[in-house]
């Protein structure tokens, strides 16, 4: 199986950084897209960013010039640093893959991390 586990959430005043990391381990043969949700209290899962293995990357607006997503591809891991925060992006921000696990497979099969709580407050 495949394993995501993020580390690098905590508590942080408004204005400030963070960096997440998402190490992935396991039966790993080639790993596609990757990417970061966050989920809020009472809000839907949404989208922060994504990176495909050719390192293009994707933002929704909200955190356009703020967000960078990136990775190293040899770690298997992939990383979210985070610029000028504000409240509202306060949630527990989630780590996604698509995994080949073996050359046979045509497919990749998508795994989540367990989550990680970035507060950002004063």
């Known amino acids: 199986q495949v394993q995501l586990v993020e580390s690098g959430g905590g508590l942080v005043q408004p204005g400030g950084s963070l960096r997440l990391t998402c190490a992935a381990s396991?039966?790993?043969?080639?790993?596609?897209?990757m990417g970061w949700y966050r989920q809020a209290p009472g809000k839907q899962c949404e989208l922060v960013a994504v990176i495909s293995n050719g390192r293009s990357t994707d933002y929704p607006d909200s955190v356009k010039g703020r967000f960078t997503i990136s990775r190293d591809n040899a770690k298997n891991t992939v990383y979210l640093q985070m610029n000028s925060l504000k409240p509202e992006d306060t949630a527990v921000y989630y780590c996604?893959?698509?995994?080949?696990?073996?050359?046979?497979?045509?497919?990749?099969?998508?795994?989540w991390g367990q989550g990680t709580q970035v507060t950002v407050s004063p």
């Open positions: 396991g039966s790993i043969f080639s790993i596609y897209a």
């Open positions: 996604n893959a698509e995994v080949l696990r073996t050359m046979k497979e045509k497919w990749p099969y998508e795994y």
